[in-house]
């Protein structure tokens, strides 16, 4: 879709390259170094050996080449060099910051897509996309793979976040942004944008992932019903530690589970894992909080410390899920 293509390694590609090289360095004056001539001379003239031992002549006739000529040449191999490297999505290569006009224009275009309650869906979104990837298969992850795997059970609901992210690709035609994000990359920043308009950290996180073009292989999201060792086990297998998979339950807070203000990021999460109001029978409406797979969490040895810190400390819980929320985001991403 967005995918840029790898630099082309054919030979009329790399003659184009070694050649506009070739020309670049012809192009530039230079001076003798031999100590019989004190000349500077200009593209059109070149150094040639003579028969003479240690003499080397200067020479435009030799040359064989103007300097117009050789401007000419190398604009055409430069524009060749440049086309053979086939279309181009992004700026650069490798993750890249948002930063500066290409910024404001997708955090502008995301305002004029999305409203607050948009953002439960968005930051749902953003993981069900990412969590696909398996570290000993060396696939899946964030490529934006959730928009061909809407019909599988756990992404039910998804297509009203996946709507949003085609609107803001869509708003960000003729702005500076447009052709320097994928939707992969608005998938993660609609998970960081949703956090932050409901009060969460800002998270800065990086573009230049590439858009996948199928589905990532299935059954690799965890079911609601694991246990805690086997959440454990199963977030170890993206990459993710135990106290990353508790910074990032803690997103848990916004929407319908019943973790306090649907449409506020805090750590109200942790506080209510400690609580276990599906346990009191006095409260009616306790078993409807939370997942089972939540429920489980609070009596594991290895995620107990993690809750109880995230409950007492919000700022602690903020800058934990951002650094576990961009890493997660970076799973299995191949970068342009």
């Known amino acids: 879709m967005l ?42 003239q070149r150094l040639v050996h003579c028969s003479s031992e240690g003499h080397i002549e200067c020479s435009s006739a030799r040359a064989g080449i103007s300097r117009r000529a050789a401007m ?42 999305a409203d607050k309650g948009k953002a439960p869906v968005l930051l749902r979104l953003a993981f069900h996309d990412a969590a696909t990837h398996e570290v000993s298969a060396g696939d899946g992850g964030a490529n934006a793979s959730v928009q061909y795997e809407f019909s599988r059970p756990e992404n039910t609901g998804l297509k009203r976040g996946w709507r949003v992210i085609e609107q803001v690709m869509q708003n960000l035609k003729g702005t500076v942004a447009e052709g320097r994000v994928s939707y992969a990359d608005l998938i993660a920043l609609g998970g960081a944008y949703a956090v932050s308009v409901t009060g969460g950290p800002v998270i800065d996180v990086p573009i230049g992932r590439r858009d996948a073009a199928s589905a990532d292989p299935a059954d690799r999201l965890p079911a609601e019903t694991l246990s805690a060792e ?15 998979l508790i910074a990032l339950s803690g997103a848990h807070t916004l929407g319908n589970k019943g973790f306090g203000d649907p449409l506020t990021f805090d750590n109200q999460y942790y506080k ?40 007492v400390d919000q700022q602690r819980f903020f800058q934990d899920f951002g650094a576990a929320y961009t890493k997660m985001t970076s799973l299995g991403a191949r970068w342009s």
């Open 3 to 44: 995918e840029t293509m790898p630099q082309c390694s054919s030979s009329c590609h790399l003659e184009a390259r070694s050649g506009l090289a070739a020309l670049q360095r012809l192009a530039r004056p230079f001076t003798c170094l031999p100590k019989q001539c004190k000349r500077t001379h200009s593209a059109h």
């Open 72 to 113: 000419s040449q190398m604009a055409m191999l430069s524009f060749l060099a440049t086309t053979f490297r086939g279309p181009r999505a992004y700026a650069a290569e490798g993750p890249q910051a948002l930063q500066g006009d290409v910024k404001a224009a997708v955090m502008q275009a995301f305002r004029k897509a």
């Open 230 to 244: 086997a959440l454990r086990l199963n977030f170890e297998a993206k990459g993710l530690s135990a106290q990353e």
């Open 272 to 311: 209510s894992l400690l609580q276990k109001p599906w346990e009191d029978p006095t409260n009616t409406m306790g078993s409807m909080i939370g997942l089972p797979s939540d429920h489980v969490l609070p009596d594991d040895s290895k995620c107990r410390p993690s809750i109880e810190t995230y409950a």
